[in-house]
């Protein structure tokens, strides 16, 4: 009985395929893009329209009068002091992140490469925490800050954010998968545990830090609730407050409110933008090259 021999493929067939799979998913792919980015554009395009074109239907894509006098309103408004809710905003959205990474990345390591009593209980309670929404921690947390004196203050935005239990749990599961070999040299070479997390461990998670940290630095900044509760006075509220307020008092004037909030969203992109290599690498590495 003849063995049974398989048909040969075309190799001109095959690449035909292969061209005409890739050419399908950049379409998908440049529609998703482009659905994305149309909001953005028309918001960024609105703002360089006056008021009357903003308004019109059917509305206009590209601004038939191009102006940059919206932009001049918000910087001449004596009631707006950009530079100071700026200031506001980068002042929580820096210390914020920093203190994150450095407790998300300290005990994310604890938990990966040590072992004591009652890890996987604390471990298991850092996990509830996520499950927990945050309305429901505000009036205790409120009421904390009182009594601290820290209401009105920008601190007070800062201490309850210094520990988050999803970089916790982020920075852990990237940390189990460095070799525990990379630590034992270190011993070897007399290094304490300080240096070796500061100078081995920290060091291969940077792709995981960044990530997180791009993340978490775009919720601090776009942060609205909690801020509004803890900071009741004009001068110390954080820029998503002001946008709020702004766009109160400028009911029907669509291209002046537009170009606020390009205003608040230019430092997002520019932190996007520097840094978005390392968000690539934080989804796509397991830790060690």
């Given amino acids: ?43 960024i395009l609105s703002s360089f329209k006056t008021n009357v074109e903003v308004l019109r239907v059917p509305p206009t894509f590209w601004p038939e009068n191009f102006t940059l006098e919206n932009y001049i309103k918000i910087f001449n408004d004596p009631k ?89 749990f982020m920075i852990r599961q990237f940390c189990e998968t460095l070799p525990n070999e990379l630590m034992d040299a270190g011993r070897i070479d007399g290094a304490s545990e300080w240096q070796i997390f500061i100078r081995i461990v920290l060091p291969q998670l940077k792709p995981a830090l960044a990530t997180f940290g791009i993340l978490h630095f775009m919720g601090s900044w776009n942060a609205y609730l909690w801020p509004m509760i803890v900071l009741q006075k004009v001068e110390v509220r954080t820029l998503p407050i002001i946008l709020t307020w702004f766009n109160s008092t400028h009911t029907g004037q669509g291209a002046l409110v537009m170009a606020a909030t390009v205003l608040i969203m230019v430092p997002i992109l520019l932190v996007f933008v520097s840094f978005q290599r390392w968000i690539v690498q934080g989804f796509t590495m397991s830790g060690f090259k």
Avoid: C, H
């Fill in 80 to 168: 707006i002091p950009l530079l100071r809710f700026y200031g506001n905003s980068a002042f929580v959205a820096f210390f914020n992140v920093a203190t994150t990474l450095f407790t998300s990345a300290l005990i994310g390591y604890l938990f990966a490469k040590f072992e004591f009593p009652g890890k996987k209980i604390l471990f298991g309670w850092y996990l509830t925490m996520m499950m927990i929404p945050t309305q429901i921690t505000m009036i205790p947390s409120y009421l904390i800050l009182a009594k601290l004196g820290l209401i009105n203050s920008l601190w007070g935005l800062v201490i309850f954010s210094a520990v988050d239990a999803f970089g916790i």
């Fill in 1 to 43: 009985m003849a063995a049974y021999t398989p048909p040969k493929k075309n190799p001109a067939s095959q690449r035909g395929s292969l061209a005409t799979g890739r050419i399908f998913t950049y379409v998908l792919l440049t529609l998703g893009l482009s659905f994305t980015l149309l909001p953005f554009a028309m918001m």
